[in-house]
C-alpha cells in the first residue's frame, strides 16, 4: 500500500470496502479499522466480524472507536445514512482527518454532512464512485470536489486509486454522480418494467430483437440480465439513492417523475431478498415475475 504510517478507516463495511481493500493487497490489523452498523444487529454480527477477520482489519463496535486514530475515513455507507455517519463520527475525528464521502448523495445532503465533519476541525471532501467497484475494484474511477482536492488527490493516487478532480466545491462531484444516474439507474427500471411485461405477454424474443435492431450497444438481452441482477442484489441501496437524486432534480426545479418511478422499481425488486442466480435472462425474468405476482397490485 502506497501510504506507510497512515491509519485508515472504513465507516460501512460492504462491497465498495472489501473491493478496495482487494485492490490494495493490505492485510494490517493495527492500520485499518472499520465500523459497519449491521454488526448492531443480532442476525449479521457474526458475519461482518467474520468478514473484518478475513480482509485483516480490526473491527469496532462503534464508529467513534474506527474513526479515532485515523488519518484518512472512507464513508461507504448507503445514501440514506451518509448524514447520520458524518454526523455521529465528527466529534471522534482527529484534527485534519480526511473523511471522504462516497455515498450517494444529493448535492445538499453532502454538504450538511460536511458542515459536521469541518465543524469537528477535520476535512470533508466529496466523492463520486462513477461505475460499479466490481470488478475494477480500487480503480473505479472517482470523482472528487471539495475545499481539500488536492489533498484527497494525493491521498488517492498513492492509494493507487483512479481520482479526477470536478471543483473545489462540495456538491459538484455528487452533481455528475446524481443527474447521471437518471439514466444510468433508470434504464435498469425501464429493463425490468419492458421485459418482466414481455415475458408474461411471450413476446420476449420479438421485443428483444426490435430492440437490438435499433442499437450498435452490448445485446440488449445480456444487458437487461446484468441490469436486473444489479437490482436484485443492490437494488435497496439503489433505491435510497434515487431518492436523494430526486432531491436533487427538485432543488434544480423539475419534476422528479423518473427518478421517483426508478426509485420505486429499485426498492420492489431488491425488497424480493432473491437469489441473483446465473445469467440466463429467461428464468431470471420467470423468477422476478412470479415473485412480483404475489405482492399486492398497487406496488
Known amino acids: 500500500m502506497a501510504t506507510p504510517g497512515s491509519s485508515i478507516a472504513f465507516i460501512g463495511f460492504g462491497e465498495a470496502a472489501c473491493a478496495f481493500l482487494e485492490g490494495w493487497a493490505v492485510h494490517d490489523p493495527a492500520r485499518i479499522t472499520a465500523y459497519d452498523i449491521k454488526t448492531d444487529q443480532a442476525d449479521a454480527r457474526q458475519t461482518l466480524l467474520e468478514r473484518y477477520r478475513q480482509r485483516g482489519v480490526t473491527g469496532c463496535d462503534t464508529a467513534a472507536a474506527a474513526v479515532a486514530k485515523a488519518d484518512v475515513v472512507f464513508s461507504l455507507v448507503t445514501a440514506d445514512c451518509a448524514h447520520a455517519a458524518a454526523r455521529s463520527a465528527a466529534p471522534s475525528l482527529r484534527a485534519g482527518a480526511l473523511w471522504f464521502d462516497c455515498n450517494s448523495c444529493a448535492p445538499d445532503t453532502k454538504k450538511a454532512a460536511a458542515a459536521d465533519i469541518e465543524a ?78 414481455a415475458r408474461r405477454a411471450g413476446v420476449e424474443d420479438q421485443v428483444i430483437a426490435s430492440l437490438n435492431a435499433s442499437t450498435t450497444q452490448r445485446d440488449v438481452g445480456a444487458q437487461a440480465s446484468y441490469n436486473m441482477e444489479r437490482m436484485i442484489v443492490h437494488g435497496i441501496r439503489r433505491a435510497a439513492e434515487m431518492r436523494e437524486v430526486a432531491v436533487t432534480v427538485a432543488a434544480l426545479g423539475l419534476p422528479t417523475d423518473m427518478a421517483t418511478a426508478t426509485a420505486a422499481w429499485q426498492d420492489r425488486i431488491g425488497q424480493l431478498g432473491l437469489d441473483a442466480g446465473n445469467d440466463d435472462l429467461i428464468p431470471r425474468l420467470d423468477h422476478l415475475s412470479a415473485m412480483l405476482r404475489r405482492l399486492p397490485s398497487t406496488q
Open 120 to 197: 469537528a476541525n477535520a476535512r470533508y471532501v466529496d466523492i463520486a464512485v462513477m461505475a460499479p467497484v466490481l470488478p475494477q475494484r480500487h480503480r473505479v474511477p472517482l470523482l472528487v470536489s471539495g475545499p481539500h482536492t488536492d489533498d484527497a488527490l494525493a491521498v488517492l493516487q498513492a492509494l493507487g486509486m483512479r481520482p479526477q478532480p470536478a471543483g473545489d466545491t462540495v456538491g459538484q462531484a455528487s452533481s455528475i454522480k446524481m443527474l447521471r444516474s437518471v439514466m444510468v439507474k433508470g434504464i435498469e427500471a425501464l429493463c425490468a418494467e419492458c421485459l418482466i411485461a
